[in-house]
């Protein structure tokens, strides 16, 4: 029959009719199954302790699963909604698993959920009281005087306001889909939370703390759509897959689990951060100090989601250029806000680099080669004071005893690349690599083992080779190159 035969296209539609409810019984049977999965998931799996408890905040140490530790730990603090748990969704999508497997020790701040006489709490408490007390607790754990931070969203923004104040207790801070600057930036909750259509006191008058309910609702809104339709249209085309169903429950336990929020510290957060940028305008203050972010010379690492809609780039990147620091760095991944904890191509290509920063801007490193410093720098002078005055008692082979004590000193207390940038302050030895921004011991090590040992040498090399060689993105060889290019201009 032709195709355009009445009977033929009745034909057709009924047996497509026939097709899609044979499916609908089948998916309706597979859903049932489905919804058990979807009960029972797991999260938040990544062992742990709770090692430090104030008001409802528990601090958490996580196990570790490598054979050595780097020195200088790394705490974790997340915003004040919702449960952390999405940096530790499941084994292969874990931010703090990513962390562990890099030899990270690693910490965690679960702010749990406020009560009614919690509604009080300012950023002043959270800050300098919940934070500081978590940092003071890690730093006398591990021993150290200064530690990592890594603070993501809401948490970020907190983070930030606390170096700015306790600078001399962070080692390096990194910024995760942080809250900076809100200007004109494009984003929603900027557009939402302007003073001419909200007055967040309001809230908080009727409710006390601002409801998780409401929260998530509002955030479900910036993109209906995809929050309350095309999610569920995936989940019913893939409910044959297994772990996609465990995936999506995920999600959903992690969505639905919404904490509510302190009503002074929202009031403030609203009227401060967002209405008032007071952040980035360095004007702000909490309880009787001022937040002076010029004061901030840490270095910082920024992690931003290219397709943010709740915090844009631009609410995060231009807060880099304000900073007292100059030892700043922007990683931009082509994902959104939650993307950048829980996709897998995240998990491949952004947080290897973040973990790899943290190595390199570690306290432990620094320590190491003070050490070292000090110890040739005694070694040299005493062996030049032993050659110049003869009367000194302590023979020649007093001198070599020494210097050979002190070589086992260094060896102990510094490993062989740091020892080598000590010993060869020259740069013959090719450790002049690393006086260029963004190159530590690591990046080096694998540019002097493809045979690019000198700035002279990186110079004169193109910026594919660099990118392979250190196994870097190109942008980032790039900035090596004209840096390298510069140094050796100005010799």
Request: aromatic share 8%; net charge negative.
């Amino acid at each position: 029959m032709s195709a355009n035969n009445p009977f033929s296209l009745a034909v057709n539609f009924q047996r497509e009719l026939l097709e899609s409810a044979v499916e609908s019984v089948d998916k309706g049977a597979i859903a049932g199954e489905q919804f058990d999965r979807i009960e029972s998931v797991d999260v938040g799996e990544t062992p742990s302790e709770v090692v430090y408890e104030e008001n409802k905040l528990e601090l958490l140490h996580y196990e570790s699963i490598t054979d050595e530790q780097h020195k200088t730990p790394i705490l974790i603090v997340y915003a004040l909604i919702n449960k952390p748990f999405i940096l530790d969704l499941q084994p292969d999508r874990s931010v703090v698993r990513r962390l562990l497997e890099a030899g990270h020790d690693v910490y965690l701040i679960d702010w749990n959920e406020p009560s009614r006489l919690d509604q009080h709490l300012t950023l002043d408490d959270y800050v300098n009281r919940y934070i500081d007390n978590c940092v003071d607790v890690v730093r006398d754990r591990s021993g150290v005087d200064r530690i990592n931070i890594l603070g993501y969203c809401m948490g970020g923004t907190m983070t930030t306001m606390y170096t700015a104040l306790h600078q001399e207790k962070v080692r390096a801070l990194g910024l995760m889909a942080a809250g900076l600057r809100f200007e004109e930036t494009g984003g929603v909750l900027e557009l939402w939370g302007d003073d001419e259509y909200y007055d967040p006191q309001d809230v908080v008058d009727v409710y006390g703390n601002v409801p998780a309910d409401m929260l998530d609702v509002g955030f479900a809104l910036m993109d209906p759509v995809a929050n309350y339709v095309s999610k569920y249209v995936r989940l019913y085309d893939n409910l044959e897959n297994d772990d996609f169903v465990e995936n999506f429950a995920r999600m959903e336990k992690w969505l639905g689990d919404g904490i509510d929020l302190a009503g002074e510290t929202y009031v403030q957060f609203l009227e401060d951060i967002y209405q008032g940028n007071k952040l980035y305008e360095n004007e702000l203050y909490i309880g009787d100090e001022h937040v002076d972010i010029t004061d901030i010379e840490v270095p910082i690492l920024q992690i931003v989601g290219e397709y943010d809609h709740l915090i844009p780039p631009e609410t995060s990147k231009p807060f880099n250029d304000v900073v007292g620091s100059d030892d700043t760095e922007i990683i931009e991944y082509p994902t959104g806000h939650i993307g950048l904890s829980v996709s897998g191509s995240s998990h491949r290509d952004v947080w290897p680099e973040v973990a790899e920063w943290f190595i390199e801007k570690s306290v432990d490193d620094l320590d190491q080669l003070e050490t070292v410093e000090t110890a040739v720098a005694e070694a040299t002078t005493q062996i030049e004071i032993e050659e110049i005055d003869v009367d000194i008692e302590t023979d020649a082979t007093d001198v070599e005893t020494e210097a050979e004590a002190i070589e086992d000193v260094v060896s102990a207390e510094a490993d062989e690349d740091v020892a080598a940038e000590a010993v060869d302050p020259a740069g013959t030895a090719g450790s002049d690599l690393e006086e260029i921004s963004g190159i530590g011991p690591t990046y080096a090590e694998r540019l002097r083992e493809s045979g690019i040992g000198t700035i002279t040498e990186l110079a004169d090399t193109d910026p594919g080779t660099i990118a392979d060689a250190a196994d870097v993105g190109a942008a980032r060889a790039e900035g090596w190159l004209e840096q390298a290019s510069e140094y050796d201009a100005d010799e």
